[in-house]
């Protein structure tokens, strides 16, 4: 009785909770379903490109997410925070620049901020949650760990309210950290593994900062989460009046005056009624250039004089003469710093807005307010609107107004969300309409329903983040087939001489899963589950139309091998070679090392043909990696540089190095990042970090030489001294002692035939060679014993995971090794090179690519191409031109060969197209590229649903871009 | 003072009417294009096209895909129903017309500048079954309207006119076929209209006919290319069907555009041959005016067989496609103004009733090929 009621209590207190909790759950930081409609254009969500006040790009787009709604009973329900306008700009706003923001479609411009930085501490959460860590939403995500010498390291993210996360940080608090990172500015050339292992336990990022107190490969604590918050913003909804500063004179602006006295410290600015004698507002103030340190709250208050109740806020700019009376800026190029010369000009802006961080939006309390700041710069990036309360849409009320915007005609909801058909707990028809009426197609998509009202309409970044979780599978849904898009043909032919480190065309089509590339969970003796995965990446191929042909450029196809992680020797790992599984035996890494050179900032060159040119990247070795300055910013007028190390495969090493020199939070600057950076076995040093060089005075990451494998898996032996046991038909291994205390194992290798004999002893394997298990490689390969040559090469190596047992020692044997040497010719075709790439933190094999070395030509006699030869002598994929008429490519397809059947790919060039490049397959370094080009991807999916054309600028669009140029 | 042409003639452009004279109706036409479509190198965002995108905005997709795509504005529709509601509401004053007579050139030579646009290899992917099945099907269609045409006692021009347009499949070779067969502009419009309300109302009844048939999604999107035609009202109907039907529409579409030429160019060769053979019958319209073989044809077809070897390229093609734009805008806003609606509506609806028995009758014989082609599992693409 006793045992029934127990459990029927804690089945009501099960189900409340069950019932409870999701309900409860903010949808602050989460991302909608993975499978919700994405429409990239709705005429009333903007998203174009202005410049500033000092003709620096800012990217600025519009977005309308719906996240966490159910639909059940015939009713859709939305949750407080599910209904989500974004406006973001791809770089930021800050005050005295002028700087462009949309609100709900309005042009406005940033003119103040009220920012501060939020510290929340202590702060414990498990593998795989996001954990919310303030009041206004935002959440700490412990995404993924991993270990080094089997300690653990974490990799987390900061996610705002919107779902945006910059980037994922790695910290650990176990390892030494960057400030013990020693002089190695001695180091040149290739140096044998190094035994230090970094990782700061605090992430410093300009004005966030992350430092983590304890962690293990589940749970982690953090001391202290520092990031910025907006408190307050200020938009004018007008282009400011600009008026010529006359010294001791006054200028007109409506029936008012502006005095401008010459003072030693600026201006006195003097405002007055029309006829000068009742004065409204007076104050010195300092004309406004482009020192970024100005818009520092200490600061600020000298730059601009607001006139209590006159919707008035007066700067004093200095301008170039010839942007007098405007704010256009009509050129392309950047221009960070002050301008050369220029006149002073009175910058009135009016039609002012302030919004407040959590309060209602000023025209409509059903939204509350978001200010999101760039985590980098403590800036604006995001102002979000979302519903206060939750609703509903059902029969009678099918629709639920956005909030309303400013607007020069009328004030009117910016879009309406519209629910007209639910049948009991399924959608049928839902879309969203915009201020213009213009509304998106229905996005339920088929006739089926769907499940709840997610959606996310607009261009905005946020969108990339969000989908993190779910991107690969909606990339790779196969609802409308293979999506092709189709190309952009150039009048000349785009070519590339050489594809190592740069990556495929953006628009390359994703075939996905294709048999006879494998993907599939495995087990190392560890028992850790890893998703080993291979795949044939196409890249810079191009029509050569002079002649007739398709090219492949050298290095231009690759078959790419990939783990989760890195494969490790001494744990029985096993990677996918050519469809086969392979077990890793040893590896030979070393260390590349490089002093005094200089990198420059990196911009992309198009040539139309989508290849940026990267005669900036510095090489790191031969075909190792390159490194790449990718980003710049000015922190105060600090310049920052961000820089990648960039693989063969083109995908970009995990971590990219953030470096300024001569900031100090102890100082009272706002921002601070290393000025060197050590992750794992990359370190790099900068003498100095410029805004568009970077002069380097030591650096160094592995490099990898070789690997050997074998197809036969491991075999485990249990010898007592004197035992031997068979390795093959042509060897034998022997036991002749070991000493179980000091770890040591003395074993003898002979042929069968007595033509050789060796004896070696392996260890020791204690606690300091465990220390630096099961990465160093110099300690591997004392446990290890490898005996003969070429393809009767064999292996012994210790049991590190239970060496003694019984009385006897343990052993794990390989037969028939292979070798992956760098640069040479792959053993089992030729046609191809070996290019294994190493992980920049810890010298194991990352990835196996095989590339080939001499163009591949492809035309009306040769239409074919057979990928690599597998074991059996068959290619493992062959890639076939169906129709080519010596311009457009119409239809081509990739066959593999699997289980011996032929399997064919869809048309990949069900568009015309005037290359070949693909992805096929999914392992991590297809993911990087998908990664990247998320965005377009995902609108070209839309398109290629309801078989329109990208969407040009016309109707509404077309106008609006005109209005606003 | 009279002075004959022979003595003032200094060129080639001689025979036009002089910039002074046909300036006024030059700017009509001109700023009709202006504000009826996005043309290369027109900033002008007031556009009618700009409006029916908004429209097809506000109203929603239909099928997935805009409805006034689906009533076939385009390049050509646009200018046309401008200049249309402008000569009708408000007159044409008579300083115009010579201006207007301009159609008479950029006709021609829009026609010329369209070769590129009818790339056979664009076609091959489809394979040669089906390039083979669409030729013997515009022929046929081709062939039968001209039958039922004479059948139904219909005006040679109009009813040529009709065939060209259904059995290519796209009513704008009505505009192609107006300086080849000579026919008057009232039997052009009335024509164009039969066509589109054939692939209008079969656009939307397709896929009814398709679900009941349970027909494969590429049957189906052959049928849809092939049995309605008009690009807009195709994925109307096939995207009614399925997105997948949809997909192979545009697939199978270039079939369709590669071998236009061949339709349009038959149906005038059978009109000039016979104007040839009965030169003096009363009931022999179309061609007549036509004393040789017309230049701009011969150029046409040399360009049209030049193009097949690659000569234009891509990017090429385009910008000559922008000019072909710019052109038709000019030749229909001109047509719009010169035409009364009377004239269209005098060639009643006879063009309807042989529009509908001719485009059923082709429907039929597809839906039978393509039964067939699954009962013996022939595959289609």
């Not at chain 1, 044939?536 to 050298?554: A, C, E, M």
């Not at chain 1, 190792?624 to 710049?632: A, D, M, P």
């Not at chain 1, 060197?676 to 030591?698: C, D, L, N, Q």
């Not at chain 2, 035409?339 to 039929?364: K, N, T, Y």
């Given at each position: 009785?006793?045992?029934?009621?127990?459990?029927?209590?804690?089945?009501?207190?099960?189900?409340?909770?069950?019932?409870?909790?999701?309900?409860?759950?903010?949808?602050?930081?989460?991302?909608?379903?993975?499978?919700?409609?994405?429409?990239?254009?709705?005429?009333?969500?903007?998203?174009?490109?202005?410049?500033?006040?000092?003709?620096?790009?800012?990217?600025?787009?519009?977005?309308?997410?719906?996240?966490?709604?159910?639909?059940?009973?015939?009713?859709?329900?939305?949750?407080?925070?599910?209904?989500?306008?974004?406006?973001?700009?791809?770089?930021?706003?800050?005050?005295?620049?002028?700087?462009?923001?949309?609100?709900?479609?309005?042009?406005?411009?940033?003119?103040?901020?009220?920012?501060?930085?939020?510290?929340?501490?202590?702060?414990?959460?498990?593998?795989?949650?996001?954990?919310?860590?303030?009041?206004?939403?935002?959440?700490?995500?412990?995404?993924?760990?991993?270990?080094?010498?089997?300690?653990?390291?974490?990799?987390?993210?900061?996610?705002?309210?919107?779902?945006?996360?910059?980037?994922?940080?790695?910290?650990?608090?176990?390892?030494?950290?960057?400030?013990?990172?020693?002089?190695?500015?001695?180091?040149?050339?290739?140096?044998?593994?190094?035994?230090?292992?970094?990782?700061?336990?605090?992430?410093?990022?300009?004005?966030?900062?992350?430092?983590?107190?304890?962690?293990?490969?589940?749970?982690?604590?953090?001391?202290?989460?520092?990031?910025?918050?907006?408190?307050?913003?200020?938009?004018?909804?007008?282009?400011?009046?600009?008026?010529?500063?006359?010294?001791?004179?006054?200028?007109?602006?409506?029936?008012?005056?502006?005095?401008?006295?010459?003072?030693?410290?600026?201006?006195?600015?003097?405002?007055?009624?029309?006829?000068?004698?009742?004065?409204?507002?007076?104050?010195?103030?300092?004309?406004?250039?482009?020192?970024?340190?100005?818009?520092?709250?200490?600061?600020?208050?000298?730059?601009?004089?607001?006139?209590?109740?006159?919707?008035?806020?007066?700067?004093?700019?200095?301008?170039?003469?010839?942007?007098?009376?405007?704010?256009?800026?009509?050129?392309?190029?950047?221009?960070?710093?002050?301008?050369?010369?220029?006149?002073?000009?009175?910058?009135?802006?009016?039609?002012?807005?302030?919004?407040?961080?959590?309060?209602?939006?000023?025209?409509?309390?059903?939204?509350?307010?978001?200010?999101?700041?760039?985590?980098?710069?403590?800036?604006?990036?995001?102002?979000?609107?979302?519903?206060?309360?939750?609703?509903?849409?059902?029969?009678?009320?099918?629709?639920?107004?956005?909030?309303?915007?400013?607007?020069?005609?009328?004030?009117?909801?910016?879009?309406?969300?519209?629910?007209?058909?639910?049948?009991?707990?399924?959608?049928?028809?839902?879309?969203?309409?915009?201020?213009?009426?213009?509304?998106?197609?229905?996005?339920?998509?088929?006739?089926?329903?769907?499940?709840?009202?997610?959606?996310?309409?607009?261009?905005?970044?946020?969108?990339?983040?969000?989908?993190?979780?779910?991107?690969?599978?909606?990339?790779?849904?196969?609802?409308?087939?293979?999506?092709?898009?189709?190309?952009?043909?150039?009048?000349?032919?785009?070519?590339?001489?050489?594809?190592?480190?740069?990556?495929?065309?953006?628009?390359?089509?994703?075939?996905?899963?294709?048999?006879?590339?494998?993907?599939?969970?495995?087990?190392?003796?560890?028992?850790?589950?890893?998703?080993s995965s291979e795949g044939?990446?196409?890249?810079?191929?191009?029509?050569?139309?002079?002649?007739?042909?398709?090219?492949?450029?050298?290095?231009?196809?690759f078959y790419t091998s990939r783990n989760?992680?890195n494969v490790?020797?001494?744990?029985?790992?096993t990677f996918y070679m050519l469809?086969r599984?392979a077990?890793i035996?040893?590896f030979?890494?070393?260390?590349?090392?490089?002093?005094?050179?200089?990198?420059?900032?990196?911009?992309?060159?198009?040539?139309?043909?989508?290849?940026?040119?990267?005669?900036?990247?510095?090489?790191?070795?031969?075909?190792?990696?390159?490194?790449?300055?990718?980003?710049?910013?000015?922190?105060?007028?600090?310049?920052?540089?961000?820089?990648?190390?960039?693989?063969y495969s083109?995908?970009?090493?995990?971590?990219?190095?953030?470096?300024?020199?001569?900031?100090?939070?102890?100082?009272?600057?706002?921002?601070?990042?290393?000025?060197?950076?050590?992750?794992?076995?990359?370190?790099?040093?900068?003498?100095?970090?410029?805004?568009?060089?970077?002069?380097?005075?030591?650096?160094?990451?592995?490099?990898i030489?070789s690997v050997q494998y074998?197809?036969?898996?491991?075999?485990?032996?249990?010898?007592?001294?004197?035992?031997?046991?068979?390795?093959?038909?042509?060897?034998?291994?022997?036991?002749?002692?070991?000493?179980?205390?000091?770890?040591?194992?003395?074993?003898?290798?002979?042929?069968?035939?007595?033509?050789?004999?060796?004896?070696?002893?392996?260890?020791?394997?204690?606690?300091?060679?465990?220390?630096?298990?099961?990465?160093?490689?110099?300690?591997?390969?004392?446990?290890?014993?490898?005996?003969?040559?070429?393809?009767?090469?064999?292996?012994?190596?210790?049991?590190?995971?239970?060496?003694?047992?019984?009385?006897?020692?343990?052993?794990?044997?390989?037969?028939?090794?292979k070798k992956l040497e760098s640069?040479?010719?792959f053993?089992g075709?030729?046609?191809f090179m070996v290019r294994p790439d190493v992980?920049?933190?810890?010298?194991q094999l990352n990835e196996v690519l095989l590339d080939?070395?001499?163009?591949?030509?492809?035309?009306?006699?040769?239409?074919?191409?057979?990928?690599p030869?597998?074991?059996?002598?068959?290619?493992?994929?062959?890639?076939?031109?169906?129709?080519?008429?010596?311009?457009?490519?119409?239809?081509?397809?990739?066959?593999?060969?699997?289980?011996?059947?032929?399997?064919?790919?869809?048309?990949?060039?069900?568009?015309?197209?005037?290359?070949?490049?693909?992805?096929?397959?999914?392992n991590g370094t297809?993911?990087?590229?998908?990664?990247?080009?998320?965005?377009?991807?995902?609108?070209?999916?839309?398109?290629?649903?309801?078989?329109?054309?990208?969407?040009?600028?016309?109707?509404?669009?077309?106008?609006?871009?005109?209005?606003?140029? | 003072?009279?002075?004959?042409?022979?003595?003032?003639?200094?060129?080639?452009?001689?025979?036009?009417?002089?910039?002074?004279?046909?300036?006024?109706?030059?700017?009509?036409?001109?700023?009709?294009?202006?504000?009826?479509?996005?043309?290369?190198?027109?900033?002008?965002?007031?556009?009618?096209?700009?409006?029916?995108?908004?429209?097809?905005?506000?109203?929603?997709?239909?099928?997935?895909?805009?409805?006034?795509?689906?009533?076939?504005?385009?390049?050509?529709?646009?200018?046309?129903?401008?200049?249309?509601?402008?000569?009708?509401?408000?007159?044409?004053?008579?300083?115009?017309?010579?201006?207007?007579?301009?159609?008479?050139?950029?006709?021609?030579?829009?026609?010329?500048?369209?070769?590129?646009?009818?790339?056979?290899?664009?076609?091959?992917?489809?394979?040669?079954?089906?390039?083979?099945?669409?030729?013997?099907?515009?022929?046929?269609?081709?062939?039968?309207?001209?039958?039922?045409?004479?059948?139904?006692?219909?005006?040679?021009?109009?009813?040529?006119?009709?065939?060209?347009?259904?059995?290519?499949?796209?009513?704008?070779?009505?505009?192609?076929?107006?300086?080849?067969?000579?026919?008057?502009?009232?039997?052009?419009?009335?024509?164009?209209?039969?066509?589109?309300?054939?692939?209008?109302?079969?656009?939307?009844?397709?896929?009814?006919?398709?679900?009941?048939?349970?027909?494969?999604?590429?049957?189906?999107?052959?049928?849809?290319?092939?049995?309605?035609?008009?690009?807009?009202?195709?994925?109307?109907?096939?995207?009614?069907?399925?997105?997948?039907?949809?997909?192979?529409?545009?697939?199978?579409?270039?079939?369709?555009?590669?071998?236009?030429?061949?339709?349009?160019?038959?149906?005038?060769?059978?009109?000039?041959?016979?104007?040839?053979?009965?030169?003096?019958?009363?009931?022999?319209?179309?061609?007549?005016?036509?004393?040789?073989?017309?230049?701009?044809?011969?150029?046409?077809?040399?360009?049209?067989?030049?193009?097949?070897?690659?000569?234009?390229?891509?990017?090429?093609?385009?910008?000559?496609?922008?000019?072909?734009?710019?052109?038709?805008?000019?030749?229909?806003?001109?047509?719009?103004?010169?035409?009364?609606?009377?004239?269209?509506?005098?060639?009643?609806?006879?063009?309807?009733?042989?529009?509908?028995?001719?485009?059923?009758?082709?429907?039929?014989?597809?839906?039978?090929?393509?039964?067939?082609?699954?009962?013996?599992?022939?595959?289609?693409?």
């Open positions: 009785m006793n045992k029934r009621f127990v459990s029927g209590v804690a089945a009501v207190m099960f189900c409340l909770l069950f019932s409870v909790a999701p309900a409860a759950e903010s949808p602050h930081g989460l991302a909608p379903a993975g499978d919700m409609p994405f429409i990239p254009d709705l005429g009333g969500l903007r998203r174009q490109s202005f410049k500033n006040q000092y003709g620096q790009r800012r990217d600025l787009s519009e977005a309308v997410l719906v996240r966490k709604s159910v639909v059940k009973n015939g009713e859709a329900s939305v949750p407080a925070g599910g209904l989500c306008y974004i406006s973001e700009t791809e770089q930021d706003a800050a005050p005295f620049r002028r700087d462009p923001f949309f609100l709900l479609g309005e042009h406005a411009y940033l003119v103040d901020l009220a920012q501060s930085v939020r510290t929340v501490r202590d702060v414990t959460l498990k593998k795989g949650e996001k954990k919310p860590v303030d009041m206004a939403g935002y959440r700490l995500w412990f995404d993924y760990a991993t270990d080094h010498y089997d300690l653990p390291y974490i990799q987390m993210a900061l996610i705002a309210p919107s779902g945006h996360w910059p980037m994922e940080f790695s910290v650990s608090s176990k390892f030494p950290g960057i400030k013990d990172l020693p002089d190695r500015s001695r180091l040149e050339g290739d140096v044998e593994q190094l035994d230090e292992f970094f990782l700061d336990p605090a992430f410093e990022y300009g004005a966030s900062r992350f430092e983590v107190k304890d962690h293990d490969f589940q749970k982690a604590t953090f001391a202290s989460l520092s990031y910025p918050v907006i408190e307050e913003a200020t938009f004018s909804l007008s282009r400011p009046v600009a008026l010529d500063l006359r010294q001791e004179e006054y200028r007109l602006y409506g029936a008012k005056r502006i005095y401008a006295f010459r003072e030693n410290e600026g201006f006195r600015v003097r405002v007055t009624d029309f006829g000068g004698d009742k004065v409204l507002a007076e104050k010195v103030i300092r004309p406004v250039s482009s020192q970024g340190y100005k818009d520092d709250d200490k600061e600020k208050d000298s730059y601009s004089l607001t006139v209590p109740g006159e919707d008035m806020r007066i700067e004093i700019a200095v301008q170039p003469e010839y942007l007098r009376h405007s704010d256009f800026v009509p050129w392309s190029t950047e221009v960070p710093h002050d301008w050369k010369d220029g006149v002073l000009s009175l910058i009135v802006y009016r039609d002012l807005v302030t919004v407040k961080n959590g309060a209602p939006w000023p025209l409509d309390h059903r939204y509350i307010v978001g200010l999101e700041a760039n985590l980098l710069t403590g800036k604006l990036q995001r102002l979000t609107l979302e519903n206060a309360e939750p609703f509903t849409l059902d029969a009678e009320r099918d629709a639920f107004d956005g909030p309303v915007k400013h607007s020069d005609v009328w004030n009117r909801p910016a879009f309406r969300l519209v629910a007209d058909d639910i049948q009991g707990d399924r959608v049928r028809s839902y879309y969203l309409r915009d201020a213009f009426f213009q509304r998106t197609d229905n996005l339920s998509f088929t006739d089926k329903g769907r499940k709840n009202i997610d959606c996310f309409i607009g261009r905005t970044p946020t969108f990339v983040s969000i989908l993190e979780d779910s991107f690969l599978n909606r990339l790779a849904m196969p609802d409308f087939g293979t999506e092709v898009q189709g190309s952009h043909f150039t009048s000349f032919p785009s070519v590339m001489p050489n594809m190592a480190f740069h990556a495929p065309d953006p628009t390359a089509p994703f075939g996905g899963l294709m048999r006879g590339f494998g993907r599939e969970q495995v087990t190392n003796r560890r028992g850790e589950r890893l998703t044939l990446v196409i890249r810079g191929s191009y029509v050569d139309w002079k002649n007739n042909r398709i090219v492949i450029p050298p290095a231009g196809l989760a992680r490790r020797a001494l744990n029985g790992e469809g599984r077990y035996a040893t030979e890494s070393t260390t590349f090392t490089r002093r005094n050179f200089d990198i420059d900032f990196w911009r992309v060159q198009p040539d139309a043909s989508l290849h940026p040119i990267y005669w900036q990247d510095q090489p790191l070795g031969v075909n190792n990696k390159v490194l790449r300055f990718t980003e710049s910013h000015l922190l105060d007028d600090r310049p920052m540089a961000q820089i990648n190390v960039v693989k083109g995908n970009n090493f995990g971590a990219p190095f953030e470096l300024a020199q001569g900031l100090s939070r102890e100082n009272g600057d706002r921002y601070y990042l290393h000025d060197r950076f050590a992750e794992g076995a990359t370190w790099i040093e900068p003498e100095f970090v410029g805004e568009t060089y970077v002069r380097v005075k030591s650096f160094g990451t592995p490099a030489q074998t197809y036969e898996k491991p075999v485990r032996a249990l010898l007592a001294p004197g035992e031997e046991k068979p390795l093959g038909k042509n060897h034998t291994l022997k036991l002749l002692s070991f000493d179980e205390r000091a770890g040591l194992a003395t074993v003898e290798l002979r042929r069968n035939d007595g033509s050789l004999t060796e004896t070696r002893t392996l260890g020791p394997l204690n606690d300091e060679t465990r220390a630096f298990l099961p990465q160093h490689q110099r300690v591997v390969n004392s446990l290890q014993f490898q005996f003969d040559e070429g393809k009767n090469k064999v292996l012994a190596e210790m049991d590190v995971k239970t060496p003694f047992e019984k009385g006897k020692a343990a052993f794990y044997t390989y037969v028939d090794l640069d040479t010719p053993e075709d030729p046609r992980c920049g933190h810890c010298y080939n070395p001499d163009p591949i030509i492809l035309d009306k006699e040769h239409p074919r191409f057979d990928g030869r597998m074991a059996d002598g068959k290619p493992q994929f062959s890639i076939v031109i169906d129709s080519f008429d010596g311009e457009m490519i119409h239809a081509w397809h990739i066959e593999t060969n699997y289980r011996k059947r032929v399997f064919k790919s869809a048309n990949l060039a069900f568009q015309p197209r005037n290359n070949i490049d693909v992805l096929m397959g999914v297809i993911e990087g590229f998908l990664r990247a080009s998320l965005m377009e991807r995902s609108a070209w999916q839309e398109y290629w649903r309801t078989g329109a054309h990208p969407h040009p600028e016309r109707g509404l669009d077309a106008w609006t871009a005109l209005k606003f140029q | 003072m009279n002075i004959p042409y022979e003595t003032r003639r200094r060129s080639l452009f001689s025979c036009l009417y002089s910039l002074r004279e046909s300036l006024p109706g030059l700017l009509a036409m001109f700023f009709i294009a202006l504000f009826s479509n996005n043309l290369a190198g027109n900033p002008n965002p007031l556009t009618l096209e700009n409006l029916f995108r908004w429209l097809d905005a506000v109203i929603g997709p239909i099928n997935h895909q805009p409805l006034f795509q689906i009533l076939n504005s385009n390049f050509v529709w646009n200018p046309f129903l401008m200049g249309l509601v402008i000569g009708n509401v408000f007159g044409v004053p008579d300083c115009w017309k010579r201006g207007l007579s301009f159609i008479h050139i950029l006709m021609p030579l829009g026609i010329i500048m369209l070769a590129p646009h009818f790339m056979f290899s664009h076609a091959e992917k489809a394979g040669l079954p089906l390039i083979l099945a669409a030729f013997a099907v515009m022929l046929f269609t081709a062939s039968l309207t001209m039958l039922l045409g004479r059948l139904l006692r219909m005006d040679d021009r109009h009813y040529a006119t009709i065939a060209g347009a259904l059995s290519t499949g796209d009513p704008h070779v009505v505009a192609i076929l107006m300086p080849m067969l000579k026919s008057k502009g009232g039997q052009v419009i009335n024509a164009l209209g039969c066509v589109l309300l054939f692939g209008l109302v079969t656009s939307f009844l397709l896929p009814l006919l398709g679900h009941a048939l349970n027909m494969d999604d590429k049957a189906f999107a052959v049928l849809s290319v092939f049995g309605v035609g008009n690009t807009g009202q195709t994925f109307n109907a096939a995207f009614g069907y399925s997105y997948e039907a949809g997909h192979w529409a545009h697939y199978v579409e270039p079939v369709r555009h590669a071998l236009m030429p061949a339709g349009f160019l038959f149906v005038f060769f059978v009109m000039f041959i016979r104007a040839r053979r009965y030169p003096h019958a009363e009931n022999v319209m179309a061609t007549k005016a036509h004393k040789t073989l017309p230049l701009f044809i011969v150029a046409f077809i040399v360009a049209w067989i030049a193009v097949q070897f690659h000569i234009v390229k891509e990017p090429a093609h385009l910008a000559i496609f922008e000019l072909v734009k710019w052109d038709f805008s000019l030749a229909a806003a001109a047509l719009g103004l010169s035409l009364p609606l009377r004239e269209i509506a005098q060639w009643g609806l006879r063009g309807v009733v042989l529009a509908f028995a001719s485009g059923l009758a082709r429907l039929a014989v597809l839906v039978g090929c393509l039964l067939a082609a699954a009962h013996f599992r022939f595959p289609i693409i």
